[in-house]
């Protein structure tokens, strides 16, 4: 099945600076790659997502990169604020078997500090 | 509109009790997900479910746990004779038609403690 690691595991930055997330999987079948933030006592939330076949996905301060070759994909968050603190999660997305539906594997997640 | 909403938020339960966990998903979405996040982890995919069916419940860890949606809306989460290492975090999702182009919206989750 899919592995999904993620670091670094904590991340402190101060206010203003830029915060950079990285992932790495192994099924090469996986097509999909969210991306989701997790404040205390709530579910995740998602903020960015990529498809495989695109490279670089922005919105606004939040980019994600997609390598397929290398199996890797990253977060970039830019002019970091205190409201960013959070724990972040990358997901990759997998389809069944032939199938058009899947499951997604999740990260160990990054806890994200912003110092203001 | 309301996003996914789970209840109990919190679940205190004694060893070898049974439990029900409940998630309503967002009104229309054909697919639901299960997930436990244990402490300091990332969610762990248990049941995805299509409709009324269960399309995949590789996730599940053993067959104490069981899950239903009779409807194809509300979808119950069962946990059988509870053990200490249930102890977790239970977060619904839910998506339009359950395709990899589909996000995942999830609920707040519901917190089981096993004593």
């Known amino acids: 099945g899919e592995n999904v690691e993620q670091h670094p595991s904590t991340l402190s930055v101060q206010e203003g600076d830029s915060a950079v997330i990285k992932c790495t999987y192994s099924d090469s079948a996986s097509n999909y790659f969210p991306w989701y933030k997790q404040e205390l006592g709530k579910g995740p939330q998602l903020i960015i997502d990529?498809?495989?076949?695109?490279g670089e996905k922005k919105d606004q301060r939040i980019a994600v990169t997609l390598n397929k070759t290398a199996k890797h994909f990253s977060l970039h968050i830019t002019e970091t604020q205190p409201e960013d603190s959070a724990v972040y999660f990358c997901a990759a997305f997998a389809n069944a078997g032939g199938t058009s539906y899947g499951k997604l594997t999740f990260g160990q997640g990054t806890i994200l500090t912003v110092h203001p | 509109g309301a996003g996914v909403s789970q209840t109990p938020s919190n679940k205190v339960t004694e060893k070898g009790k049974y439990v029900e966990l409940r998630c309503d998903p967002i009104s229309g979405h054909t697919a639901l997900y299960w997930y436990r996040q244990s402490l300091g982890q990332g969610p762990e995919f248990l049941i995805y479910?299509?409709?009324?069916?269960?399309?995949?419940d590789s996730g599940l860890p053993n067959d104490r746990f069981f899950a239903v949606r009779p409807e194809g809306s509300v979808s119950t989460l069962k946990i059988q004779r509870t053990e200490r290492g249930d102890s977790a975090v239970y977060l619904c999702a839910s998506s339009l038609i359950g395709g990899r182009t589909d996000t995942q919206y999830f609920g707040p989750g519901t917190r089981l403690t096993v004593l």
């Open positions: 990529i498809r495989s076949n695109v």
């Open positions: 479910f299509q409709g009324t069916g269960a399309a995949d």
